[in-house]
């Protein structure tokens, strides 16, 4: 499980493999303390650790993704170089910061529109109908690995507004129209919409 506060920025320092993906991402973890079979989440996608070191004075970890996950989410476009945010998994005691988060992505979003919006950043964002089932005006959404809230939310499209310090430790400041991202709709939103699925089916039986 993880917050959506991201903690470092990665560098995919190469990808190797044309179904299922190795990929070495250099960051500023101590390698030391990272388990092979960690789980850490790379722009909201969880992926399980398989080798760790450190060379050149710079600290990586290796991941495996399957030919499903490249699909499924950008990190099938990920090159050396590709910048993408981490976050580890959450320990009993941590500070729940943003929401819970299971690091499990359920789709893609296209970045619509970039604007300043005081001293933030305002993005409009598009994703399926689908995905949109499951967001609301003021609830929380996970968007490469960062946990947002909602601003406005239509049929096909929601608004999203990035604070200063969050374009400074993530990849946001980054983004740009027409650039797609990870997706994971809010865990709680979820259960809701089965249980209302789960009553609709009863009342039809009934």
């Not at 590709?82 to 005691?93: C, D, F, I, P, S």
């Not at 619509?112 to 005006?137: C, H, I, K, N, T």
Request: aromatic share 4%.
């Amino acid at each position: 499980m993880f917050t959506g506060i991201i903690t470092d920025v990665g560098e995919v320092l190469s990808a190797q493999g044309r179904g299922d993906v190795r990929l070495r991402i250099g960051c500023a973890y101590d390698a030391g303390t990272i388990d092979a079979g960690a789980s850490i989440a790379c722009a909201g996608v969880c992926l399980t650790v398989v080798g760790r070191g450190k060379e050149g004075g710079r600290n990586w970890f290796d991941v495996e993704a399957s030919r499903e996950t490249c699909r499924a989410t950008t990190l099938g476009r990920w090159r050396p170089g590709t910048r993408v945010n981490l976050e580890r998994a959450l320990k009993v005691g941590d500070e729940l910061g943003g929401h819970i988060v299971s690091g499990h992505v359920d789709g893609l979003a296209r970045i619509l529109s970039r604007a300043e919006d005081g001293d933030s950043v305002r993005l409009e964002l598009e994703a399926g109908g689908e995905l949109m089932a499951f967001m609301a005006a003021k609830g929380s959404i996970t968007l490469d690995g960062t946990s947002f809230t909602l601003n406005e939310v239509s049929d096909r499209r929601f608004t999203i507004n990035i604070i200063p310090h969050t374009l400074q430790v993530t990849t946001w400041n980054e983004r740009k129209p027409g650039d797609e991202v990870n997706v994971e709709i809010d865990m709680l939103a979820r259960y809701v919409a089965r249980l209302r699925e789960v009553a609709g089916e009863r009342d039809a039986a009934s």
